[in-house]
């Protein structure tokens, strides 16, 4: 990659650290970060950029203009935490107590900063414009990207790159898969009502329970004996509200969930089974209900031609790290960075980030963590690729 750049990023790599642990330690919860935003507002706020504030979140875009005028490439992180109770033990855990960076979403925003100051110190080497999305609310829909984008602030983009730092995939691995690569997500929620009774006279009740039961079953054999087998599909049942004494039948219990594919039919061949059975239960034990059905995110979808340019870029990427390259590799996972293409074509990237000699935990998991080793790679890589494509954007 270019040297100055480069050079950059290695001298800085503590501060990546440094920035990771900090934001790791005071971690916020989707639409109620205003500590990091804040944070991050006053990062850019002394140096030569144009920093502005998205009126309706707590996202951040900032511009970077080089030499000349030319092409305007963003590069897109976010900063949310999760409702978790970190079990870590790590040095720097989480001081917001249930509050937790189990996503990786610190790391992200730790080599932006880093990297958005290495290109705003080198803006006399390069032509075009940057512009640095730092995102708000990535975890709970409707998030944060529809915000970003209804404010205007990336209207004029050619072309949106973004990374999401992956513990299940070893450091030096990077996914450039082209086409859908994570998954579409519709949520529901199911309130079962029947009637309340004591354990003892089940007969003169209507077991809401049981009716739960029975359904968390039955909705299994959606994805087993009535989706493709070809075709990958999630269905979760997440939460069951129904809490109540050992003796009492409950008169409602509720469940969330969600439902994660690849692509719009098999979605609603799903709702259509979900709703048939869900029809069917309470039939079965003369229940009622309430269903809440949405679709929040669409699958995130890599342009196939930029993918090619990126995938090219990162072959040919002079650094000391090897880097491993996977063009076949999806993820059920789902991301509002799907929402960017809406504007210009989009492409983003798994980056492993697996601890060495450690457990990977999965994302969302309380013993969630990264290899710090990522940020250097990651901020190495997105550096390159946007330089490079500066000249490249349609």
């Known amino acids: 990659m270019n040297n100055y750049i480069n050079k950059f990023l290695e001298d800085n790599e503590k501060k990546m650290i440094s920035i990771r642990r900090y934001l790791h330690e005071n971690p916020e919860l989707s639409f109620n970060e205003f500590q990091t935003s804040n944070y991050i507002y006053d990062y850019y706020s002394t140096k030569d950029c144009l920093v502005e504030k998205d009126p309706n979140s707590n996202g951040i875009v900032v511009t970077i203009n080089g030499q000349k005028p030319g092409n305007v490439i963003g590069i897109r992180a976010d900063f949310d935490a999760l409702a978790i109770l970190e079990e870590t033990g790590l040095s720097f855990s989480s001081k917001n107590n249930g509050v937790m960076h189990a996503c990786g979403h610190d790391g992200h925003t730790a080599y932006l900063m880093v990297l958005a100051e290495a290109l705003i110190t080198y803006k006399d080497k390069w032509n075009g414009t940057i512009k640095i999305i730092h995102q708000a609310a990535e975890e709970i829909p409707p998030g944060g990207a529809q915000s970003i984008i209804n404010s205007g602030l990336v209207d004029d983009v050619d072309f949106f790159i973004g990374a999401h730092l992956w513990s299940l995939l070893p450091l030096g691995t990077i996914s450039c898969t082209p086409g859908s690569i994570m998954t579409r997500r519709d949520h529901f929620s199911v309130l079962f009502k029947g009637c309340g009774g004591h354990g003892s006279a089940p007969h003169l009740a209507k077991d809401t329970n049981l009716a739960v039961a029975f359904f968390q079953t039955a909705v299994q054999s959606i994805i087993s004996r009535r989706v493709d087998p070809l075709e990958p599909a999630t269905l ?155 000249e490249k954007v349609d």
């Open 236 to 390: 979760t049942i997440g939460s069951v509200e129904g809490s109540g004494s050992f003796n009492v039948i409950q008169e409602t219990v509720k469940i969330c969930g969600d439902i994660r594919t690849f692509n719009s039919a098999t979605s609603k061949k799903i709702k259509e089974e979900f709703v048939r059975i869900l029809k069917g239960i309470s039939i079965m034990f003369d229940i009622e209900f309430e269903l809440d059905y949405n679709h929040d995110y669409e699958e995130v979808y890599n342009d196939p031609i930029k993918m090619s340019d990126v995938t090219n870029i990162i072959r040919d990427i002079n650094i000391s790290n090897h880097i491993n390259i996977l063009t076949d590799y999806r993820v059920t996972a789902s991301e509002d960075f799907c929402y960017y293409r809406t504007i210009a074509p989009s492409c983003f990237l798994l980056v492993g980030a697996k601890p060495e000699n450690e457990i990977g935990y999965p994302h969302h998991h309380p013993k969630f963590n990264i290899d710090e080793g990522s940020l250097l790679l990651i901020s190495q890589v997105i550096g390159e690729i946007v330089l490079k494509l500066m």
